[in-house]
C-alpha cells in the first residue's frame, strides 16, 4: 500500500515537472497567438486592403518580437474572444480586456498596458441630458456584446440594453435613432466617430477608471513574468509610447487624470 502511494506521488510530481508552461509552448512554436476583433478601432481593425492594423496589432508584434517569437492573430466576435481564450484555441486576448475580479478567477493577467473609463456615446444633434446610466432609465443602451459595458449596463434597473457585435453595428443604429445612447471605452469614441462619419458625438464620462491587461490561462508563471517583463521594457524604453502617441495622441498607459 505504502509502495502504491510513494508510486502515485511520484507519478504526479513528474507530471507537474514536465508541464509545459505557456512560454514554452510558445518559443517552441515560433508564434504568439494573438486573438482580437479586428473590428474595434483604433485598437484593431482592417484598413482599406484589408490588412490588419491599430493600437493593439501594432503592440502584438513589438510584445511578440521581445518574447522572441512571430505574432499570428487571429480574428473574431467580441463575444467569443475569452471563450476561445478559455478553450486553448490562442494564447492570449489584445481587445481591450477589462481586468476584473471575476475574470481573474478563470484567467491571469499581465500588468495594465491601458487605462480608460467608460464614456457615452450620443447623437450629434442629442438636446436631452444623459450624464450618468441613471438618466437612461427607460430608453435604450446600446453595448458590445459580452463586453465590462455591458455588465455595467445591465446592472442599472430599467435601462433597456441591446447588445451589437461590435462597435459599428451600434453607431449605426445609434445614428438611425434605433438606440439612445451607446457606452464603451473613452480611448476609442474620437477615433470611431471620426472614421464613421456618422452624425455622432462623445457624451459623458460614467463610472471609474478602468485598467485593462492581456489575459491567459492560469498557472503560466514564467509567461507571466516574461510578458510583464516585455510591457515594462516597452514602457521604459518609450516603444510603448510611441505606438500610443501615434493612435491616440497620448500615453494610454496613464490613468485619465495624467494624461
Known amino acids: ?46 484598413d482599406k486592403n484589408q490588412q490588419l492594423t491599430g493600437f493593439e496589432v501594432e503592440f502584438g ?8 517569437v512571430k505574432p499570428e492573430f487571429v480574428t473574431g466576435e467580441w463575444s467569443g474572444l475569452l471563450a476561445g481564450l478559455q478553450a486553448g484555441k490562442f494564447d492570449v486576448v489584445l481587445n481591450q ?3 476584473t475580479d471575476k475574470r481573474k478567477e478563470v484567467f491571469d493577467f499581465s500588468v495594465p498596458y491601458t487605462v480608460s473609463s467608460a464614456q457615452l456615446i450620443v447623437r450629434k444633434n442629442e438636446t436631452r441630458s444623459f450624464k450618468n446610466l441613471e438618466d437612461l ?70 463610472g471609474g477608471v478602468t485598467q485593462m491587461g492581456v489575459p491567459f490561462a492560469r498557472g503560466n508563471p514564467k509567461f507571466k513574468a516574461a510578458v510583464d517583463k516585455a510591457i515594462r521594457a516597452m514602457q521604459a524604453d518609450g516603444s510603448f509610447r510611441k505606438i500610443s502617441v501615434k493612435w491616440f495622441g497620448i500615453d ?8
Open 137 to 206: 432609465k427607460g430608453k435604450k443602451l446600446g453595448v458590445g456584446q459580452g463586453s465590462n459595458y455591458a455588465d455595467m449596463a445591465k446592472a442599472v434597473p430599467g435601462v433597456e440594453v441591446k447588445t451589437y457585435p461590435g462597435a459599428p453595428e451600434y453607431l449605426q443604429d445609434l445614428a438611425a435613432g434605433r438606440v439612445d445612447a451607446a457606452l464603451n471605452d473613452s480611448l476609442m469614441i474620437p477615433f470611431s466617430i471620426r472614421e464613421s462619419k456618422l452624425p455622432v458625438k462623445a457624451g459623458a464620462a460614467v
Open 61 to 68: 508584434r513589438a510584445l511578440a518580437q521581445r518574447l522572441g
Open 1 to 46: 500500500m505504502k509502495k502504491s502511494i510513494f508510486l502515485l506521488a511520484a507519478l504526479l510530481l513528474s507530471t507537474q515537472a514536465t508541464a509545459a508552461d505557456l512560454l514554452d509552448t510558445v518559443k517552441s512554436r515560433g508564434s504568439l497567438k494573438i486573438a482580437l476583433e479586428g473590428t474595434y478601432p483604433p485598437f484593431n481593425f482592417k
Open 252 to 259: 494610454v498607459s496613464q490613468a485619465p487624470g495624467a494624461k
Open 97 to 99: 480586456v477589462s481586468i
